[in-house]
């Protein structure tokens, strides 16, 4: 798998947990303290992300960081 391809991956796991909770991506971008265009850009696949930043998300979800991965 490409790293391209496991960034989609990755952003549409965080897509579905999001949705799942019936949440925004400003909601989350609030709830994680990043912006919402990062959250969009996470979404679509199109920034790699540090590990501050998952955990970030992984939090404003309230979830473990490892099910961001599935």
Not at 5 to 13: T, V, Y
Not at 26 to 34: D, K, T
Not at 51 to 56: E, K
């Amino acid at each position: 798998m490409s790293k391209d391809d496991q960034l989609k991956a990755f952003g549409e796991q965080v897509k579905r947990l999001r949705k799942q909770q019936g949440l925004t991506q400003e909601a989350l971008a609030e709830r994680s303290g990043l912006s919402a265009r990062y959250v969009s850009r996470v979404e679509l696949g199109n920034v790699n992300l540090g590990l501050v930043a998952i955990l970030q998300l992984a939090s404003g979800l309230g979830r473990p960081a490892a099910e961001l991965f599935k």
